[in-house]
């Protein structure tokens, strides 16, 4: 199967940039549109939806066509009502669409459906240094990306992280604090491919480093829906393929 230029949904909550200040100064028109403008540049077909769009931005035609979800949410998990979170899981497992969630999606109700755990962690709010270490150099979301990525100020996620075994292992984060995460994971499920990626706390510039939005540009192309994908059949046979006698 080949692979065209993926389309690109990007869903954001879009809450602390229209009640805090200063997230609304790092990212004035919301983090999906921060999200969204390199991925434009480098050529792809990108859409953006929000919580208080009409379907909650997850109706049936928003996600028609979809090759890859890109999920930032925060504080407002609870209001994606649970037939929105279904519509996203069956358009994984069973059509193949991409799902990348972004730092506390690991909470988002749509990646938890996915990994059938409760994604716990621990966490520190205190602008500490992050080292996000590269230790699958040769997987496609690492392209591009040295040795390390370092953040001058990020949010702390600890192990353990309550998940199933990641089938691949990118990034290994270690926080000035001294604890690591595993902060790049991907996961296959049913038909789709998942990534988490960890760094993305609203109150740090973080999706405004270059490094950090070539990882997110691999990661789209990665988890996207192979061009040609069609779903197996299920269910019952009348017909054998092989004559019965």
């Known amino acids: 199967m080949t692979q065209r230029r993926p389309r690109i949904l990007i869903w954001n909550e879009f809450r602390h940039e229209r009640m805090n200040p200063a997230v609304a100064a790092l990212y004035p028109q919301g983090i999906h549109e921060a999200l969204a403008g390199p991925l434009r540049a480098a050529g792809l077909e990108v859409s953006t939806a929000t919580l208080d769009d009409p379907g909650h931005g997850l109706a049936e035609d928003r996600l028609d066509g979809i090759d890859t979800l890109v999920w930032w949410g925060h504080k407002a998990h609870a209001e994606v009502p649970d037939e929105a979170v279904d519509r996203v899981r069956k358009r994984v497992t069973e059509q193949g669409m991409g799902l990348v969630a972004l730092h506390s999606s690991h909470f988002s109700k749509p990646f938890l459906a996915l990994m059938g755990t409760g994604c716990f962690l621990k966490y520190r709010i205190a602008g500490e240094k992050e080292r996000l270490w590269v230790v699958d150099p040769g997987h496609p979301v690492a392209a591009g990306i040295s040795d390390c990525i370092e953040l001058d100020h990020e949010e702390m996620y600890g192990e353990p992280f309550d998940v199933p075994p990641p089938d691949d292992l990118v990034f290994l984060s270690w926080f000035q604090g001294g604890e690591v995460f595993r902060s790049g994971c991907g996961w296959r499920r049913g038909l789709g491919r998942v990534f988490y990626f960890r ?47």
């Open 199 to 245: 760094p993305g706390h609203e109150t740090y510039p973080t999706y405004h480093h270059p490094q950090i939005q070539r990882v997110i540009l691999n990661a789209v192309h990665w988890a996207a829906r192979p061009e040609g994908l069609e779903a197996p059949v299920r269910g019952r046979r009348e017909t054998p393929l092989e004559p019965l006698g």
